[in-house]
């Protein structure tokens, strides 16, 4: 129903920004709150952000908040990660998800996006 697929990762300087996208096909889209979570090697997948179906409530993890903004566009089936501020500690891989609900929980996301790698240099 929902298929993802994450752009916009790359290398850059800490205090620099990067804007991901996450490009949703399925007529369904709208009807899916979603979420950004991210992965550092040998490390779990934790939740960064989540935006509701209609776009109108966001929820962010304590270490982004203030620096990054999720947002969506049902309209193109987009979801956006602006992230400011970044610290070497935001080094990841990136994920895109959609859920039948919002929530900060991974396994109660049914769709995932391939990721995007993001690295922040000191």
């Known amino acids: 129903q929902v298929q993802l697929v994450e752009s916009g990762g790359g290398l850059v300087q800490a205090g620099g920004s990067l804007r991901l996208s996450c490009a949703a096909s399925?007529?369904?889209?709208?009807?899916?709150?979603m979420g950004w979570f991210r992965q550092a090697p040998g490390k779990e997948r934790e939740f960064v952000a989540a935006?509701?179906?209609?776009?109108?409530?966001?929820y962010y993890a304590g270490s982004v908040k203030g620096r990054f903004i999720i947002s969506r566009d049902n309209a193109k089936n987009t979801v956006n990660l602006q992230m400011n501020s970044l610290k070497p500690e935001d080094t990841a891989v990136y994920y895109c998800?959609?859920?039948?609900?919002?929530?900060?929980?991974?396994?109660?996301?049914?769709?995932w996006g391939q990721g995007t790698q993001v690295t922040v240099s000191s």
């Open positions: 935006i509701d179906w209609s776009g109108d409530n966001t």
């Open positions: 399925g007529r369904t889209f709208s009807s899916y709150g």
């Open positions: 998800a959609a859920s039948t609900i919002v929530t900060r929980v991974p396994r109660e996301y049914i769709y």
